[in-house]
Each structure stands twice: as structure tokens, then as C-alpha cells.
């Protein structure tokens, strides 16, 4: 599906036309997949004229994490990655949800496939956005053929452009077999998350999330969800879960920048619990849609506001 790509974008080092934001086909990092990239949204205020980014300096503290795997230098810190594209959005100003795709390549065009003494870039684009996994309806989720990839054979916590061919692969399945989203399975056989989200499961009133080092993408999301979850004093835990688990599991849901919080339906054609949205996931979703839309003023530090500029009186 095509979505509507916002006008202006950052690219070395400026603000320019995203059409005018191109790259060399003997680009490194399109030919070896050796990219990183961040998935940041926005969310309209009720005010009609603020947006809302979702924990603005995680999702840049985590590209640089994601840079560092591919041994990257760029003249970022945290602080002014968030104020560049906190730029794009006042320079695209929008007037409805946006999504924010901040990536990093390696623009040299050598034929080898490395990462050192390629050169780094930072570029940013931005593109209107509403849901991506259906919100009004449970998803049906199927287990992929696929297994994760492992962290020793691509480092599986970052952000990696060529990494996502794995997640490529699972979606595909799951279109094909009629389902809306693929849950991977690591090497070792634990459930690791969807193609490209975070998974949690309900068991006896308790929340339950694999561990970092289950082979998973170390989702803001996700950690922003287990908090909420945490000060309601529901309990949590992150450790490996099994794939019969999530046959007998009271609820489940995936989350993630793109998925929101969706919940899941019923996995290979097995319902989760009776096949309804539960309590636990309910409230979850209650408190991040609230965050999000700037409704919250117990979580109101995880968005950061930026006004669209009203244009000067002609
Ligand atoms: N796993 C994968 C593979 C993803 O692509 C995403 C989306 N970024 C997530 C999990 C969720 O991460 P986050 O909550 O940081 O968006």
C-alpha cells in the first residue's frame, strides 16, 4: 500500500525536497542491506495544531544504538539526532498522523561487503499515517515457518535495514496462509515476536514478555508498555515463552511504533482465551492510546510536542 509521503526531507546534512532526496545505485548499504532505521510517529493533539512524537529521545538514542552495531560515526548525539528531526516535522508541519523514518547508510560505493571506510549519512523522511495493523478487530496470527534471526548472526536488538528480509519473509507467509500478522520463533524454538512488533501474553492475571535476549527487536513500546503496566501494579514478567503457550494464553497482543497495540484474535486457528479483547490488554490500551494523543498526564514526559508553524498572514 502506498502511503502519502510528506514534502521536505533531510538529506546530507539539509532540508530538501523528498523527490530531490536520492541515492547512488552502487550505494553500500543498498546493495548489503547495511543500514539502520528508527520508526517514530506522531500524533495529532486534540488541539488540531500540536504533534505529539512518541518518545522522541529513545527512538534516537536507540538509532544511534542500531549506528554502533554498524560501526558507524555520525556527528549525532542523542540530543541534536531529536532536534533534526524534530526540524523535519516543523519544516513537513502536518496536519494529521505522521509517521518519522530516520535512517542512517553507508553511501560509499565499494563493492566490498564491510562497514568500515564507507562513509555514514543520516537521512529522514516522513509520511502521513493512520493504523497499520487493524485496530477495530482482532488479529489473526500464525506461527512463521521463519525462524528470528539470530543476535550472533545478525545483531537481531538493532534496527538493521538487511535484518528485515527475515521479517519480510514471515509477513509473506502470513498473507499468503489469510492472516494478518507472523509470530517468529527464535533458534531455540522460544517465541520471539511478530514480523514487525513485540509480543505479550496474559497468563493468570500476569504479563508476560520474552527477554531482550530472546532474539527480539528491544522495543520502546514494549518497555513503555510493561512501565504502564508496572504502576498499575499488574505483574510482569520477561522470560522465554513457549509456542504452546500462546495456544492456552488468556490474551496476547502485539505492539510496536507501527502496531500500536493490537490484539490478538487467535493463533494458527487456535482463539486466545475466548476470542475477545481482555481486561489486562484493554487497560493497557486505554493508557497508551491516552499517552500518545497527549490525554495523560501521568506519562505526559514520553511525547514531545512540536506546534505546527501557522503560517505568516500574506
Ligand atoms: N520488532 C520489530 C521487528 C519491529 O520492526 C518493531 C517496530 N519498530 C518492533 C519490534 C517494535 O519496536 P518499537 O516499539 O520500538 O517500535
Not at 138 to 163: E, F, H, M, Y
Not at 247 to 256: K, L, N, T
Request: aromatic share 8%.
Amino acid at each position: 500500500m502506498d502511503r502519502p509521503m510528506m514534502e521536505y526531507a533531510f538529506f546530507e546534512g539539509r532540508i530538501v525536497r523528498f523527490v530531490d532526496a536520492k541515492v547512488s545505485i552502487g550505494t553500500n548499504s543498498l546493495q548489503y542491506g547495511t543500514g539502520a532505521f528508527a520508526g517514530i510517529r506522531g500524533y495529532l493533539d486534540a488541539d488540531g495544531e500540536t504533534v505529539n512524537i512518541f518518545r522522541l529521545p529513545d527512538h534516537a538514542e536507540r538509532l544511534l544504538q542500531s549506528s554502533r552495531l554498524l560501526r558507524a560515526e555520525l556527528p549525532f548525539d542523542r540530543d541534536s539526532l531529536a532536534a533534526t528531526i524534530s526540524s523535519l516535522v516543523e519544516a513537513n508541519a502536518p496536519t494529521g498522523d505522521v509517521y518519522i523514518r530516520p535512517f542512517i547508510y553507508k553511501p560509499g560505493i565499494d563493492l566490498t561487503p564491510r562497514l568500515r571506510g564507507l562513509g555514514d549519512e543520516l537521512a529522514i523522511y516522513m509520511l502521513a499515517m493512520g493504523d497499520y495493523l487493524s485496530l477495530d478487530r482482532g488479529q489473526r496470527a500464525i506461527v512463521a515457518s521463519w525462524c528470528r534471526i539470530p543476535d550472533n548472526a545478525i545483531p537481531s536488538r538493532g534496527k538493521l535495514t538487511g535484518a528485515y528480509v527475515n521479517s519480510a519473509l514471515a509477513k509473506d507467509e502470513a498473507d499468503e496462509k489469510g492472516a494478518d500478522e507472523a509470530i517468529m520463533l527464535n533458534t531455540a524454538g522460544k517465541v520471539a515476536e511478530g514480523s514487525g512488533c513485540n509480543l505479550f501474553i496474559v497468563r493468570g492475571g500476569t504479563l508476560i514478555t520474552p527477554p531482550v535476549s530472546s532474539d527480539i527487536l528491544e522495543g520502546i513500546t514494549r518497555r513503555s508498555l510493561l512501565q504502564v503496566a508496572i504502576d498499575a501494579g499488574i505483574p510482569t514478567e520477561q522470560r522465554e515463552i513457549d509456542r504452546t503457550e500462546l495456544y492456552v494464553a488468556d490474551e496476547a497482543f502485539f505492539c510496536g511504533t507501527g502496531a500500536q497495540l493490537a490484539w490478538i484474535e487467535s493463533v494458527d486457528g487456535r482463539a486466545v482465551g475466548p476470542g475477545q479483547i481482555g481486561p489486562v490488554t484493554k487497560h493497557l490500551r486505554t493508557v497508551f492510546f491516552d499517552t500518545v494523543r497527549g490525554r495523560s498526564a501521568r506519562y505526559r514526559a514520553w511525547v514531545t510536542p512540536i506546534r505546527r508553524r501557522v503560517p505568516a498572514p500574506a
